[in-house]
């Protein structure tokens, strides 16, 4: 049947069947006005209007499908939406105001008291403090356990255990998780597996076909790639992403059409960074390897590291997260730290402008000295988020960290 392009207000989930996450990164869940706008339309709007009372009452009824008002429908939201579910082989996302608040809502509507979490030890610390202070307010307990030690994820599961949360490649330290053993371990349990994908993103990496119930993203980082908003995203099956949507109707943590929108053209360049970044932190993973005043370099791309081959088989890229600890403590850190020039001090990650942090005293600061010792964030440790720049001129600003060294 031939059909004319006007018809074409968005193009139909079938006809991009198949296709690839480089391709859906651009062409899913594009939603067009009658203007046929060919970049994505946004909308700044707080409320909808009807045609009618009746029509009003319908839509709050939920017997016709449509707008309401934007804490719980925009359509560059849903567009957002649309495109990342696409891209995670999701059937449904929900957006949230930022990548805490995604994680927040899917504990909020997906446990209750009583219930019980094993996490991995090596999450962003401010997950941490969420489920070690907040959850554990509303009855919630969390166990933390080593990410690649499955007899620690074993003997931490209890009857009611409910979910298992993980970051992997882990925050700052790359360490690699199996991720299908831990859904096995979930669902024979009873109990989901929930990853926070933000260092791989579904480029390199999709773990609800590893057998994941739920993706999380901090669309703050890769997403948007530019530094420019804080959003995030849970993605999965429609059972458990209709009561995300739920709570996030009811509570409010909402992502802004502003920032969908910016998030949205940031998927369309997505595949082409992840590429670029992955490259860049291999090259520099492997230099930063042979100077003599580094300690140790942790990175899953390179050989010497101890989840090399389960990064190569359930990962397609290794992702631009590159620590490394120097010899010395938090003095030569930080003076390599202030010896750069070029590279940005800052703690946010996945920019396409390299960025430089100390995690101890930052993404880290908040945990108490043992659980920072247990999750390997020693004082020597400097991550690095590496951008796109040229890599002679990365490495010339890291040369003049080394050089603060000698001074
Ligand atoms: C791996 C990871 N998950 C979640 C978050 C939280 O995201 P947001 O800052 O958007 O709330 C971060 C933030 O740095 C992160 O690095």
Same mark, same amino acid.
């Given at each position: 049947m031939s059909h004319t392009r006007e018809e074409h207000l968005w193009i139909p989930e079938s006809d991009l069947e198949g296709m690839s996450v480089d391709t859906l990164s651009v062409r899913a869940g594009q939603i067009r006005t009658? %203007? /046929?706008?060919?970049s994505d339309a946004i909308f700044p709007t707080s409320s909808f209007v009807y045609g009618s009372a009746a029509q009003a009452a319908a839509r709050f009824g939920g017997e016709e499908a449509g707008n309401i008002y934007s804490r719980f429908t925009n359509p560059t939201v849903q567009a957002f939406e649309g495109r990342i579910a696409a891209m995670e082989g999701g059937e449904k996302a929900v957006a949230t105001a930022s990548g805490m608040a995604a994680i927040l809502s899917t504990c909020m509507s997906l446990l209750k008291t009583g219930d019980h979490v094993v996490c991995s030890r090596g999450v962003f610390g401010t997950t941490n403090v969420l489920f070690q202070k907040y959850m554990a307010r509303f009855g919630v307990e969390t166990t933390f356990v080593g990410l690649t030690d499955m007899d620690e994820w074993q003997a931490a599961v209890r009857p009611e255990t409910r979910m298992l949360f993980i970051e992997t490649p882990s925050n700052p330290l790359c360490e690699v998780a199996d991720v299908r053993a831990l859904a096995s371990l979930a669902h024979d349990n009873d109990a989901l597996l929930v990853v926070d994908n933000c260092f791989c993103? *579904?480029? /390199? %990496?999709r773990p609800l076909d590893l057998g994941a119930d739920l993706v999380i993203h901090s669309a703050t980082k890769y997403l948007d790639g530019q530094g420019r908003c804080v959003g995030g995203v849970v993605v999965g099956p429609a059972k458990y992403l209709d009561e995300v949507y739920g709570f996030i109707r009811s509570a409010g943590p909402t992502m802004s059409p502003f920032n969908a929108w910016v998030f949205q053209k940031g998927l369309e360049t997505l595949p082409i960074r992840m590429r670029a970044h992955c490259d860049n932190a291999l090259e520099l993973a492997k230099w930063l390897e042979t %100077? *003599?005043?580094?300690e140790k370099v942790f990175y899953a791309g390179l050989e010497s590291h101890p989840q090399h081959a389960l990064a190569k088989q359930q990962q397609s890229g290794f992702g631009g997260m590159v620590s490394f600890a120097l010899k010395g403590g938090r003095e030569q850190a930080w003076q390599f730290i202030d010896g750069t020039r070029m590279i940005s001090i800052t703690a946010n990650l996945g920019d396409v402008k390299t960025t430089i942090t100390h995690p101890a005293t930052t993404t880290h600061g908040r945990l108490a000295p043992e659980d920072k010792a247990k999750a390997g964030i020693t004082e020597n440790l400097i991550r690095l988020s590496v951008g796109i720049e040229a890599i002679d001129d990365l490495k010339t600003d890291l040369e003049r960290g080394f050089q603060a060294l000698e001074d």
């Amino acid at each position: 049947m031939s059909h004319t392009r006007e018809e074409h207000l968005w193009i139909p989930e079938s006809d991009l069947e198949g296709m690839s996450v480089d391709t859906l990164s651009v062409r899913a869940g594009q939603i067009r006005t009658g %203007q /046929l706008e060919h970049s994505d339309a946004i909308f700044p709007t707080s409320s909808f209007v009807y045609g009618s009372a009746a029509q009003a009452a319908a839509r709050f009824g939920g017997e016709e499908a449509g707008n309401i008002y934007s804490r719980f429908t925009n359509p560059t939201v849903q567009a957002f939406e649309g495109r990342i579910a696409a891209m995670e082989g999701g059937e449904k996302a929900v957006a949230t105001a930022s990548g805490m608040a995604a994680i927040l809502s899917t504990c909020m509507s997906l446990l209750k008291t009583g219930d019980h979490v094993v996490c991995s030890r090596g999450v962003f610390g401010t997950t941490n403090v969420l489920f070690q202070k907040y959850m554990a307010r509303f009855g919630v307990e969390t166990t933390f356990v080593g990410l690649t030690d499955m007899d620690e994820w074993q003997a931490a599961v209890r009857p009611e255990t409910r979910m298992l949360f993980i970051e992997t490649p882990s925050n700052p330290l790359c360490e690699v998780a199996d991720v299908r053993a831990l859904a096995s371990l979930a669902h024979d349990n009873d109990a989901l597996l929930v990853v926070d994908n933000c260092f791989c993103t *579904p480029i /390199l %990496q999709r773990p609800l076909d590893l057998g994941a119930d739920l993706v999380i993203h901090s669309a703050t980082k890769y997403l948007d790639g530019q530094g420019r908003c804080v959003g995030g995203v849970v993605v999965g099956p429609a059972k458990y992403l209709d009561e995300v949507y739920g709570f996030i109707r009811s509570a409010g943590p909402t992502m802004s059409p502003f920032n969908a929108w910016v998030f949205q053209k940031g998927l369309e360049t997505l595949p082409i960074r992840m590429r670029a970044h992955c490259d860049n932190a291999l090259e520099l993973a492997k230099w930063l390897e042979t %100077q *003599p005043s580094v300690e140790k370099v942790f990175y899953a791309g390179l050989e010497s590291h101890p989840q090399h081959a389960l990064a190569k088989q359930q990962q397609s890229g290794f992702g631009g997260m590159v620590s490394f600890a120097l010899k010395g403590g938090r003095e030569q850190a930080w003076q390599f730290i202030d010896g750069t020039r070029m590279i940005s001090i800052t703690a946010n990650l996945g920019d396409v402008k390299t960025t430089i942090t100390h995690p101890a005293t930052t993404t880290h600061g908040r945990l108490a000295p043992e659980d920072k010792a247990k999750a390997g964030i020693t004082e020597n440790l400097i991550r690095l988020s590496v951008g796109i720049e040229a890599i002679d001129d990365l490495k010339t600003d890291l040369e003049r960290g080394f050089q603060a060294l000698e001074d």
